[in-house]
């Protein structure tokens, strides 16, 4: 009879070689080490500067200049100079302005529309009563030949707000005047006017002072009436008592 009696010992070698042998599996298993995932490579992108930019401010607009900043001079008025043509510059800025025809029906009947003598350089400024000439401008200026392009023979200042750099002025006293200009004022006496003139190197400036009641009404006896700028090559000349002085 066969013995199937299986001794304690044996049994607990058989479990001891099967507890060796799982894990002796599991230890392989766990010896496997696994790979790193690979690092994605991020080029930084380059730095851009940082630009500050400054608000612009607009250039301001140039403006016409009051009668007050017209210095007179021998050599002209503000930014009409004797002997050139008139300066271009913007109408918000300009001094005059031409006018084809304003010489037409100006007392003149041989003056007709598109003719040569029809046409004159216009202050851009209101007409003023002056205590001297009525009611004008604070100037006038005249061209060669009345024309456009030509260049500036005479400037006539009626306006008492306009003025030399010496502070002379139509209404200023002769006295005020030759203290001003001295030796530098040479003097021709007219029948109703003395003038005084300033002459530079290209140009003159005269001053006409009243003699007689009746140039410009007693009180204006021994003051400026009017003042003139024009070339050299011209002499000095009175006003008083003639039609002289207009722009047409």
């Known amino acids: 009879m066969t013995n199937s009696y299986v001794s ?9 070689l099967t507890l060796s042998g799982c894990a002796t599996e599991a230890a392989g298993t766990s010896s496997t080490t696994a790979s790193p995932a690979p690092t994605e490579s ?26 007050d900043f017209l210095v007179v001079s021998t050599e002209g008025v503000g930014p009409l100079v004797i002997g050139s043509p008139v300066p271009a510059a913007p109408a918000a800025s300009a001094v005059v302005a031409w006018d084809a025809d304003y010489c037409v029906g ?14 004159a350089w216009v202050p851009r400024y209101a007409k003023t009563a002056t205590a001297t000439s009525g009611t004008r401008f ?3 200026m005249v061209t060669k030949g009345s024309k456009k392009d030509a260049p500036v023979t005479m400037i006539y200042v009626w306006s008492p707000l306009m003025s030399t750099t010496q502070g002379i002025h139509p209404g200023s006293t002769v006295t005020e005047l030759t203290s ?11 029948p109703m006017s003395d003038v ?23 009180t204006l006896v ?3 009436v009017w003042m003139t700028a024009y070339d050299v090559a011209t002499e000095p000349f009175a006003m008083a008592g003639t039609d002289a002085g207009s722009l047409c």
């Open 8 to 16: 304690a010992g044996t049994l607990l070698l058989i479990a001891a």
């Open 42 to 67: 991020v080029t930084p992108l380059p730095s851009v500067p940082t630009v500050t930019t400054t608000p612009t401010t607009p250039a301001a607009e140039a403006t016409r200049p009051a009668p």
């Open 106 to 119: 100006a007392d003149r009947p041989d003056v007709v529309a598109g003719g040569p003598f029809a046409g």
């Open 138 to 140: 604070p100037f006038e």
């Open 222 to 224: 021994g003051t400026v």
């Open 196 to 218: 005084y003139t300033v002459t530079g190197p290209t140009g003159r400036i005269s001053f006409e002072v009243a003699t007689k009641a009746d140039t410009a009404g007693a």
């Open 180 to 190: 001003a200009y001295g030796a530098d004022a040479t003097v021709k006496h007219f």
